[in-house]
Protein backbone atom coordinates (compact mmCIF):
# COMPACT_ATOMS: atom_id res chain seq x y z
CA UNK A 1 0.00 0.00 0.00
CA UNK A 2 0.88 3.38 -1.27
CA UNK A 3 2.38 5.77 2.15
CA UNK A 4 0.80 9.30 1.68
CA UNK A 5 4.13 10.85 3.71
CA UNK A 6 2.64 14.19 3.72
CA UNK A 7 -0.49 13.08 5.41
CA UNK A 8 1.87 11.48 7.96
CA UNK A 9 4.15 14.43 8.29
CA UNK A 10 1.26 16.63 10.08
CA UNK A 11 3.91 14.96 13.12
CA UNK A 12 7.10 13.68 12.20
CA UNK A 13 10.09 12.56 14.07
CA UNK A 14 12.73 14.72 13.43
CA UNK A 15 16.32 12.88 11.54
CA UNK A 16 19.34 12.93 14.74
CA UNK A 17 22.81 11.49 14.23
CA UNK A 18 23.01 8.72 16.41
CA UNK A 19 19.62 8.34 17.31
CA UNK A 20 16.92 7.89 15.02
CA UNK A 21 18.30 4.89 13.87
CA UNK A 22 16.01 1.61 12.64
CA UNK A 23 15.96 0.29 16.39
CA UNK A 24 14.47 3.81 17.58
CA UNK A 25 12.12 4.04 14.60
CA UNK A 26 10.76 0.50 15.40
CA UNK A 27 10.71 1.99 19.14
CA UNK A 28 8.69 5.16 18.22
CA UNK A 29 6.32 3.22 15.51
CA UNK A 30 5.44 0.93 18.29
CA UNK A 31 3.58 4.16 19.96
CA UNK A 32 2.12 5.69 17.11
CA UNK A 33 0.80 4.14 13.68
CA UNK A 34 0.87 7.47 11.74
CA UNK A 35 3.49 9.79 12.34
CA UNK A 36 6.18 9.94 9.79
CA UNK A 37 9.90 8.61 10.79
CA UNK A 38 13.09 9.98 9.69
CA UNK A 39 16.52 8.31 9.34
CA UNK A 40 19.59 9.86 10.88
CA UNK A 41 21.50 11.93 7.78
CA UNK A 42 22.94 9.44 5.29
CA UNK A 43 25.10 11.09 2.60
CA UNK A 44 25.18 10.56 -0.32
CA UNK A 45 28.89 9.43 -0.73
CA UNK A 46 29.19 7.05 1.58
CA UNK A 47 26.08 4.98 -0.53
CA UNK A 48 27.00 6.05 -3.97
CA UNK A 49 31.50 5.47 -3.05
CA UNK A 50 31.49 3.57 -0.11
CA UNK A 51 28.78 1.34 -0.74
CA UNK A 52 27.47 1.62 2.81
CA UNK A 53 23.82 0.41 1.45
CA UNK A 54 22.65 -1.17 5.05
CA UNK A 55 22.98 2.60 6.66
CA UNK A 56 19.62 2.69 4.38
CA UNK A 57 18.51 -0.61 5.86
CA UNK A 58 14.85 -0.58 7.22
CA UNK A 59 11.79 -2.85 8.28
CA UNK A 60 8.84 -3.30 6.73
CA UNK A 61 7.34 -1.94 10.06
CA UNK A 62 8.70 1.23 10.12
CA UNK A 63 6.27 2.78 7.00
CA UNK A 64 5.56 5.50 7.26
CA UNK A 65 9.45 6.23 6.76
CA UNK A 66 11.30 8.98 4.93
CA UNK A 67 15.60 9.21 4.74
CA UNK A 68 17.65 12.03 4.80
CA UNK A 69 20.50 12.66 2.64
CA UNK A 70 23.06 14.48 2.81
CA UNK A 71 25.39 16.10 -0.13
CA UNK A 72 25.91 18.66 -3.04
CA UNK A 73 26.89 16.48 -6.15
CA UNK A 74 23.95 16.08 -8.61
CA UNK A 75 24.66 12.97 -9.85
CA UNK A 76 25.74 11.47 -6.78
CA UNK A 77 22.71 12.30 -5.09
CA UNK A 78 20.72 11.59 -7.76
CA UNK A 79 22.02 7.75 -7.46
CA UNK A 80 21.42 7.91 -3.64
CA UNK A 81 18.14 8.85 -4.26
CA UNK A 82 17.53 5.91 -6.80
CA UNK A 83 19.15 3.41 -4.57
CA UNK A 84 16.59 4.74 -1.33
CA UNK A 85 13.55 4.65 -3.81
CA UNK A 86 14.58 0.91 -4.47
CA UNK A 87 14.95 0.36 -0.79
CA UNK A 88 11.15 1.07 -0.29
CA UNK A 89 11.05 4.95 1.58
CA UNK A 90 7.87 7.07 1.39
CA UNK A 91 9.99 10.30 0.85
CA UNK A 92 13.42 11.37 -0.12
CA UNK A 93 14.54 14.69 1.94
CA UNK A 94 17.98 16.60 1.73
CA UNK A 95 19.46 18.31 4.42
CA UNK A 96 20.06 21.93 4.13
CA UNK A 97 20.36 22.24 8.10
CA UNK A 98 23.23 20.64 9.52
CA UNK A 99 25.90 22.71 11.29
CA UNK A 100 28.65 20.43 11.96
CA UNK A 101 32.20 20.82 10.49
CA UNK A 102 32.47 17.64 8.96
CA UNK A 103 29.30 18.45 6.70
CA UNK A 104 30.65 22.51 6.27
CA UNK A 105 33.82 20.64 4.79
CA UNK A 106 31.58 18.04 2.72
CA UNK A 107 29.91 21.32 1.42
CA UNK A 108 26.69 20.28 2.23
CA UNK A 109 23.91 20.80 5.64
CA UNK A 110 23.21 24.44 6.39
CA UNK A 111 26.22 26.11 4.27
CA UNK A 112 23.88 25.62 1.29
CA UNK A 113 21.65 27.92 2.43
CA UNK A 114 24.56 30.36 0.80
CA UNK A 115 23.52 28.47 -2.83
CA UNK A 116 20.14 27.90 -3.63
CA UNK A 117 20.51 28.20 -6.85
CA UNK A 118 22.53 24.59 -6.41
CA UNK A 119 20.18 23.60 -4.19
CA UNK A 120 17.77 23.69 -6.74
CA UNK A 121 19.80 21.94 -9.02
CA UNK A 122 20.50 19.35 -6.54
CA UNK A 123 16.76 18.70 -5.62
CA UNK A 124 15.93 18.71 -9.89
CA UNK A 125 18.26 15.84 -9.95
CA UNK A 126 16.44 14.07 -7.00
CA UNK A 127 13.27 14.48 -8.35
CA UNK A 128 14.07 13.52 -11.71
CA UNK A 129 15.75 9.70 -10.01
CA UNK A 130 12.39 9.59 -7.43
CA UNK A 131 9.76 9.32 -9.54
CA UNK A 132 6.75 9.66 -7.76
CA UNK A 133 8.56 9.36 -4.58
CA UNK A 134 8.36 13.00 -2.84
CA UNK A 135 11.39 15.01 -2.59
CA UNK A 136 11.85 17.25 0.31
CA UNK A 137 13.97 19.84 1.86
CA UNK A 138 14.85 20.48 5.96
CA UNK A 139 16.23 23.63 6.45
CA UNK A 140 17.24 26.64 8.73
CA UNK A 141 15.66 30.56 8.45
CA UNK A 142 19.66 31.53 7.64
CA UNK A 143 23.11 31.73 8.70
CA UNK A 144 25.46 33.59 10.21
CA UNK A 145 24.61 37.03 9.58
CA UNK A 146 22.44 36.48 6.65
CA UNK A 147 18.91 38.34 7.30
CA UNK A 148 16.72 35.86 8.00
CA UNK A 149 13.55 37.60 6.92
CA UNK A 150 14.95 37.94 3.32
CA UNK A 151 17.01 35.05 2.91
CA UNK A 152 14.25 32.41 3.71
CA UNK A 153 11.31 33.53 1.46
CA UNK A 154 13.49 33.71 -1.29
CA UNK A 155 15.35 30.50 -0.47
CA UNK A 156 11.27 29.28 -0.41
CA UNK A 157 10.54 30.33 -3.82
CA UNK A 158 13.68 29.01 -5.29
CA UNK A 159 12.51 25.51 -4.14
CA UNK A 160 9.24 25.95 -5.05
CA UNK A 161 9.81 26.93 -8.64
CA UNK A 162 12.52 23.58 -8.57
CA UNK A 163 9.39 21.40 -8.01
CA UNK A 164 9.20 21.46 -4.39
CA UNK A 165 6.14 21.48 -2.69
CA UNK A 166 6.84 20.11 1.06
CA UNK A 167 9.70 21.71 3.46
CA UNK A 168 10.63 21.39 7.25
CA UNK A 169 11.94 24.60 8.44
CA UNK A 170 14.24 24.38 12.00
CA UNK A 171 13.17 27.91 13.31
CA UNK A 172 16.50 28.77 14.00
CA UNK A 173 19.86 30.13 12.00
CA UNK A 174 22.55 28.36 12.27
CA UNK A 175 25.97 29.68 12.86
CA UNK A 176 28.70 27.99 11.13
CA UNK A 177 31.80 29.28 13.32
CA UNK A 178 32.01 30.36 16.81
CA UNK A 179 29.30 27.60 17.76
CA UNK A 180 29.23 23.77 18.02
CA UNK A 181 26.73 21.61 16.59
CA UNK A 182 25.02 21.23 20.34
CA UNK A 183 25.19 24.95 20.50
CA UNK A 184 23.02 25.61 17.41
CA UNK A 185 20.71 23.05 18.81
CA UNK A 186 19.97 25.76 21.63
CA UNK A 187 22.15 29.19 21.39
CA UNK A 188 20.51 31.03 17.93
CA UNK A 189 17.12 32.13 19.09
CA UNK A 190 13.94 30.17 18.11
CA UNK A 191 12.06 32.73 15.45
CA UNK A 192 8.53 31.28 14.93
CA UNK A 193 6.84 34.19 13.82
CA UNK A 194 9.14 34.19 10.76
CA UNK A 195 7.79 30.34 9.76
CA UNK A 196 4.30 31.18 10.69
CA UNK A 197 4.35 33.83 8.03
CA UNK A 198 6.11 31.31 5.40
CA UNK A 199 3.01 29.70 5.69
CA UNK A 200 1.06 32.86 5.10
CA UNK A 201 3.24 33.95 2.44
CA UNK A 202 3.51 30.52 0.23
CA UNK A 203 0.08 28.95 0.62
CA UNK A 204 0.29 26.40 -2.08
CA UNK A 205 3.41 25.09 -0.07
CA UNK A 206 3.30 22.61 2.70
CA UNK A 207 5.53 23.74 5.60
CA UNK A 208 6.67 22.14 8.94
CA UNK A 209 8.16 23.86 11.73
CA UNK A 210 10.93 22.29 13.53
CA UNK A 211 13.00 23.46 17.33
CA UNK A 212 11.96 24.06 20.68
CA UNK A 213 8.88 21.97 20.05
CA UNK A 214 9.00 20.03 23.73
CA UNK A 215 5.45 19.04 24.47
CA UNK A 216 2.01 17.93 23.02
CA UNK A 217 0.12 21.05 24.01
CA UNK A 218 2.92 22.96 21.56
CA UNK A 219 2.58 20.90 19.07
CA UNK A 220 -1.48 21.54 18.93
CA UNK A 221 -0.74 25.15 19.30
CA UNK A 222 1.49 25.21 16.01
CA UNK A 223 -0.44 23.01 14.04
CA UNK A 224 -2.62 25.89 14.03
CA UNK A 225 -0.26 27.97 12.20
CA UNK A 226 1.44 25.12 9.93
CA UNK A 227 0.74 22.31 7.88
CA UNK A 228 3.04 19.98 10.49
CA UNK A 229 5.07 19.67 13.45
CA UNK A 230 8.53 18.06 13.37
CA UNK A 231 9.61 17.34 16.97
CA UNK A 232 13.53 16.50 17.83
CA UNK A 233 14.83 15.77 20.90
CA UNK A 234 11.51 15.80 23.17
CA UNK A 235 10.26 12.67 21.14
CA UNK A 236 13.33 11.22 22.03
CA UNK A 237 13.98 11.59 25.64
CA UNK A 238 10.27 11.52 26.26
CA UNK A 239 8.82 9.52 23.34
CA UNK A 240 5.58 8.65 25.14
CA UNK A 241 4.49 12.29 25.87
CA UNK A 242 5.24 13.33 22.17
CA UNK A 243 4.11 10.07 20.52
CA UNK A 244 1.93 8.00 23.04
CA UNK A 245 -1.71 9.62 21.92
CA UNK A 246 -0.43 11.32 19.41
CA UNK A 247 -2.58 9.12 16.56
CA UNK A 248 -5.78 10.54 18.52
CA UNK A 249 -4.69 13.67 19.84
CA UNK A 250 -2.98 14.57 16.33
CA UNK A 251 -4.84 12.21 13.52
CA UNK A 252 -7.84 11.27 14.97
CA UNK A 253 -7.16 7.61 14.99
CA UNK A 254 -10.46 6.71 17.77
CA UNK A 255 -8.17 3.74 18.72
CA UNK A 256 -6.86 3.28 22.51
CA UNK A 257 -3.04 3.96 22.75
CA UNK A 258 -0.90 1.53 23.75
CA UNK A 259 0.11 2.11 27.80
CA UNK A 260 3.90 2.49 28.71
CA UNK A 261 3.88 -1.14 30.03
CA UNK A 262 2.40 -2.36 26.43
CA UNK A 263 4.71 -0.42 24.32
CA UNK A 264 7.73 -1.59 26.72
CA UNK A 265 6.00 -5.40 25.77
CA UNK A 266 5.70 -4.75 22.35
CA UNK A 267 9.39 -4.63 21.49
CA UNK A 268 9.96 -8.04 22.25
CA UNK A 269 9.97 -8.98 18.60
CA UNK A 270 12.14 -6.65 17.34
CA UNK A 271 14.58 -7.25 20.04
CA UNK A 272 14.64 -10.79 19.43
CA UNK A 273 15.12 -10.30 16.03
CA UNK A 274 17.82 -8.05 16.89
CA UNK A 275 20.01 -10.34 18.96
CA UNK A 276 19.10 -13.45 16.53
CA UNK A 277 21.05 -11.13 13.79
CA UNK A 278 23.63 -10.88 16.01
CA UNK A 279 22.84 -7.52 18.04
CA UNK A 280 23.04 -6.28 21.45
CA UNK A 281 20.09 -5.73 24.10
CA UNK A 282 21.64 -2.14 24.43
CA UNK A 283 21.66 -1.28 21.20
CA UNK A 284 17.78 -1.17 21.28
CA UNK A 285 17.15 0.10 25.00
CA UNK A 286 18.81 2.82 24.89
CA UNK A 287 16.49 4.17 22.79
CA UNK A 288 13.33 3.13 25.42
CA UNK A 289 15.45 4.91 28.48
CA UNK A 290 12.96 7.62 28.30
CA UNK A 291 9.75 5.56 28.04
CA UNK A 292 8.78 6.33 31.65
CA UNK A 293 10.12 9.96 32.02
CA UNK A 294 8.18 12.18 34.24
CA UNK A 295 6.20 8.68 35.96
CA UNK A 296 7.29 7.24 39.28
CA UNK A 297 10.63 4.57 39.12
CA UNK A 298 11.55 6.21 35.55
CA UNK A 299 15.15 6.17 37.27
CA UNK A 300 15.37 2.62 38.41
CA UNK A 301 14.12 1.73 34.83
CA UNK A 302 16.94 3.67 32.94
CA UNK A 303 19.50 1.81 35.48
CA UNK A 304 18.18 -1.43 34.94
CA UNK A 305 18.65 -1.40 31.55
CA UNK A 306 21.90 1.13 30.79
CA UNK A 307 23.89 -1.05 33.46
CA UNK A 308 23.10 -4.28 32.49
CA UNK A 309 21.76 -4.16 28.81
CA UNK A 310 25.41 -4.16 27.68
CA UNK A 311 25.94 -7.03 29.55
CA UNK A 312 26.47 -10.47 27.46
CA UNK A 313 23.69 -13.02 27.14
CA UNK A 314 21.63 -9.79 28.25
CA UNK A 315 17.80 -10.29 26.33
CA UNK A 316 14.27 -8.90 26.55
CA UNK A 317 14.35 -10.51 29.76
CA UNK A 318 15.86 -7.81 31.16
CA UNK A 319 13.02 -5.85 30.08
CA UNK A 320 10.70 -7.71 31.86
CA UNK A 321 12.50 -7.63 34.67
CA UNK A 322 13.05 -4.08 34.95
CA UNK A 323 8.93 -3.31 34.61
CA UNK A 324 7.91 -4.49 37.94
CA UNK A 325 11.16 -3.35 39.49
CA UNK A 326 11.05 0.11 38.18
CA UNK A 327 7.23 0.74 40.54
CA UNK A 328 9.71 -1.01 44.38
Known sequence: MKINAQTASRLSVAPMMDWTDRNCRVFHRVMSRHALLY??????????RGGARHLIAFHAAEHPVAVQLGGSDLAELATATAMCVDEGYDEVNLNVGCPSDRVQSGAFGAVLMKSPDLVAACVTAMQEA???????????????????????????????????????IHARKAWLEGLSPKQNRDVPSLDYDLVHAMKVRFPD??????????????????????????????????????????DAEVFGDPRPPLSREEVALAMEDHIGRHIAAGGKLAQVTRHMLGLFSGQPGARRWKRILSERGHKEGADFALVREALPLREM
Not at 42 to 48: D, F, I, K, Q, S
Not at 137 to 150: E, F, L, P, T, Y
Request: glycine letters at 8%.
Open 205 to 246: MHLSINGGIATMAQVKEELAHMDGVMVGRAAYHTPYDILGNA
Open 39 to 48: TEMVTAPALV
Open 130 to 168: AGDVPVTVKCRIGVDDQDAHAVLPDFIATMRDAGITRMQ
